[in-house]
Nanobody
Framework: QVQLVESGGGLVQPGGSLKLSCTPS????????MRWYRQAPGKERELVAT???????NYEDSLKGRFTIYRDIAENTMYLQMTNLKPEDTAVYYC????????WGQGTQVTVSS
């Protein structure tokens, strides 16, 4: 059973930064793609960013320039660097991976508040 272990969430003030991490229980190269999703209270889960097996990245349009998805091969970890955070970024952030089926992390809470 593949596991995706997330960390890095927390409380941050508006304008601050956070870095989320997602470490799978097998090689990140074994997945076709990995993604970050988020779900705010009372809203549907939305796609934040994608990184493919070849390293190509895509972002939700409104997040371009503030969020960066990347991976550290040596650490076998995918990251989401978030900068200039806003209260509307408050959500539970989920790591996702795909290879023949969907895999989800447990979610990590990000709260942006003064």
């Amino acid at each position: 059973q593949v596991q995706l272990v997330e960390s890095g969430g927390g409380l941050v003030q508006p304008g601050g930064s956070l870095k989320l991490s997602c470490t799978p229980s097998r090689s990140i190269f074994s997945f076709n793609a990995m993604r970050w999703y988020r779900q705010a209270p009372g809203k549907e889960r939305e796609l934040v960013a994608t990184i493919t097996n070849s390293g190509n990245t895509n972002y939700e349009d409104s997040l371009k320039g503030r969020f960066t998805i990347y991976r550290d091969i040596a650490e076998n970890t995918m990251y989401l660097q978030m900068t200039n955070l806003k209260p509307e970024d408050t959500a539970v952030y989920y790591c996702y991976a795909y290879h023949s089926r969907d895999y989800w992390g447990q979610g990590t809470q990000v709260t942006v508040s003064s």
